[in-house]
């Protein structure tokens, strides 16, 4: 007789609320923000999923679209709450051609 394997039916249990995941955490944007540097800004985005995080883009000289869908895929998960301080015009810009202001919680020019 076959033995039926022990299979685990339990399903995962979700982070709680914690003091912790309701501060807001700031990532910084890089002055440029473009592929080059866009592997330690997914970690930095990856390491805080499930909390509140402020954008602070004030520095943003130059970002490419990579990073723009970096973002966007951030901002889309359910466990994310974003906010953004100072957003330099070139994100604006940069997410206004690309048609992604309202995905990205940005302002329109």
Same mark, same amino acid.
């Given at each position: 007789m076959?033995?039926v394997?022990n299979i685990d039916t339990? %399903?995962?249990?979700l982070?709680?609320? $914690?003091d912790?995941?309701?501060?807001?955490v $700031?990532?910084?944007?890089?002055q440029?923000?473009?592929?080059?540097?866009i592997?330690?800004?997914?970690k930095?985005l +990856?390491?805080?999923?499930?909390?509140?995080?402020q954008?602070?883009?004030? #520095?943003? #000289?130059r970002i490419? $679209?990579?990073?723009?869908q %970096?973002?966007?895929?951030f901002?889309? +998960?359910?466990t994310v709450t974003i906010?953004?301080?100072?957003?330099?015009?070139?994100?604006? #810009?940069?997410?206004?051609?690309?048609?992604?202001?309202? +995905?990205?919680?940005?302002p329109k020019l």
């Amino acid at each position: 007789m076959n033995a039926v394997p022990n299979i685990d039916t339990t %399903l995962p249990t979700l982070p709680s609320l $914690t003091d912790n995941s309701r501060q807001w955490v $700031t990532i910084p944007l890089s002055q440029s923000s473009t592929l080059t540097n866009i592997i330690d800004l997914h970690k930095q985005l +990856q390491q805080n999923v499930g909390r509140r995080v402020q954008l602070y883009g004030a #520095e943003v #000289e130059r970002i490419d $679209t990579a990073t723009l869908q %970096l973002l966007l895929a951030f901002i889309s +998960q359910a466990t994310v709450t974003i906010g953004w301080q100072s957003p330099s015009s070139v994100i604006c #810009e940069a997410a206004m051609l690309l048609d992604l202001s309202a +995905q990205l919680n940005l302002p329109k020019l």
